[in-house]
């Protein structure tokens, strides 16, 4: 079985500051990481993602998440937010030779200006 | 840029009626899928769709619930007799490949049963 827990359900932050959205999975077999976005009123797009490599990976508009396998955690972090991130976050799952997501609960980012 | 079509963005039905979601996947992609959210819930899978016929099925996609590809570009979700707690917003998938890492999802469409 496999779950992903994002804890925090709503993060303010004031713009141009740090910001980092928790996520930690658990599965039994090794997994591929995601991070989606749904802006307001809009489906929801792929930030980036973790498959094989580099442990830490980054998106085009300056966030960026580390796979930790020791602590099973896939954060997801900017040094400095502006008033377009915000959005919903949702952390994701594929276990490896699966074909379908797992989704945690996601995390709703309000940056305030 | 392509993107993943639905249609309508929200639906209101009385319980025990029948509800047909309309996606309309990427054109290029062979692998098609629906997710839902119910409020405050997680997005929970439920069916993917592979040379017209279905791959894989979670637990919640029980005998109500149907898809179907009927004319090559759309991907239809259909459910027999909405209950209460079909309420949820409904995300439709699609990708080029398999293990969808790929994938890129439509902007919902929120059922509301009554």
């Known amino acids: 079985a496999q779950s992903v827990t994002q804890l925090d359900s709503q993060v303010p932050v004031f713009e141009e500051a740090p910001v980092e959205l928790r996520c930690n999975y658990s599965?039994?077999?090794?997994?591929?990481l995601f991070w989606y976005v749904q802006y307001p009123n809009q489906g929801l797009q792929l930030l980036l993602k973790?498959?094989?490599?580099?442990?830490l990976v980054k998106s085009i508009n300056g966030f960026e998440a580390e796979f930790n396998k020791s602590q099973t955690s896939f954060h997801l972090r900017k040094p400095s937010v502006h008033i377009s991130d915000t959005a919903e976050y949702f952390c994701?799952?594929?276990?490896?030779?699966?074909?379908?997501?797992?989704f945690g609960t996601g995390t709703r980012l309000t940056v305030i200006p | 840029e392509p993107e993943v079509t639905q249609t309508p963005s929200h639906q209101v039905t009385q319980m025990g009626q029948e509800v047909i979601l309309r996606c309309v996947p990427i054109?290029?992609?062979?692998?098609f899928y629906w997710y839902r959210q119910i409020l405050g819930q997680k997005v929970e899978f439920l069916v993917s769709?592979?040379?017209?016929?279905?791959?894989?099925k979670s637990e919640i996609f029980d005998d109500q619930f149907s898809v179907e590809r009927p004319d090559g570009s759309n991907f239809t979700l259909k459910i027999r007799s909405t209950k209460l707690e079909d309420s949820a917003m409904y995300f439709c998938?699609?990708?080029?490949?398999?293990?969808?890492?790929?994938?890129?999802f439509g902007q919902g469409t929120r059922l509301t049963v009554v």
């Open positions: 998938a699609s990708s080029e490949r398999f293990l969808n890492t790929e994938a890129f």
């Open positions: 599965s039994s077999v090794s997994v591929y």
């Open positions: 973790y498959l094989s490599g580099s442990t």
């Open positions: 994701a799952v594929i276990q490896t030779g699966a074909n379908n997501l797992f």
């Open positions: 054109s290029n992609h062979l692998y």
């Open positions: 769709f592979y040379n017209n016929e279905i791959s894989e």
